[in-house]
T-cell receptor
């Protein structure tokens, strides 16, 4: 999991602003995932991507968007439509979509000003 | 879809004692069950996993048991140490389209008291 990086570590969003969280991996993994973690709760799936130029909604996709233009990168945009964005965001990857073992990045904590 | 319930939400044990965390799942098609350890502010780390074709797996002080009939699985930590203090998450893998998805439990805050 050391091959997955996320930036920034902390991010502040103003009302009505879109912000983008970065996730990069050098593990040659095909599949990538974005999760949201709220205090005292488990991880909830936002979006996932099985391969370049392909992605699917997870359980809580509303107010978020993603792209997968490169195998190594899977950025997440938190749009102004996401009314409660304060959370810890975790990116993960797996060797391929049928491989269950997922490895996580260090996370980005998003706070609203 | 899959639903995973995890108990207890908090657990305190004395150093050297054992700790047990239990999870239940709803989708009988799930066949992969990982456990992650997350220290405060850090990324979840995979500590052990089990597939549905086995009933128990051990790795030093950590073991996981699976009862497919009852749809529950448990994490056992023996001879606990202060560094075992963390939040532990169970998960179950189900198929969403052609890809595997993990559904996580809500976590257990384990505190090992010296």
């Amino acid at each position: 999991d050391g091959g997955i990086t996320q930036s920034p570590k902390y991010l502040f969003r103003k009302e009505g602003q879109n912000v983008t969280l970065s996730c990069e991996q050098n593990l040659n993994h095909d599949a990538m995932y974005w999760y949201r973690q709220d205090p005292g709760q488990g991880l909830r799936l936002i979006y996932y991507s099985q391969i370049v130029n392909d992605f699917q909604k997870g359980d809580i996709a509303e107010g978020y968007s993603v792209s997968r233009e490169k195998k190594e990168s899977f950025p997440l945009t938190v749009t102004s439509a996401q009314k409660n964005p304060t959370a810890f965001y975790l990116c993960a990857s797996s060797y391929n979509p049928r491989e269950e073992t997922q490895y996580f990045g260090p996370g980005t904590r998003l706070l609203v000003l | 879809g899959e639903n995973v319930e995890q108990h207890p939400s908090t657990l305190s044990v004395q150093e050297g004692d054992s700790a047990v965390i239990k999870c239940t799942y709803s989708d009988s098609a799930s066949n992969y069950f990982p456990w992650y350890k997350q220290e405060l502010g850090k990324r979840p780390q995979l500590i052990i996993d089990i597939r549905s074709n086995v009933g128990e797996k051990k790795d030093q002080r950590i073991a996981v048991t699976l009862n497919k009939t009852a749809k529950h699985f448990s994490l056992h930590i023996t001879e606990t140490q202060p560094e075992d203090s963390a939040v532990y998450f169970c998960a179950a893998s189900s198929r969403g389209g052609s890809a595997r998805q993990l559904t996580f439990g809500s976590g257990t805050q384990l505190t090992v008291l010296p």
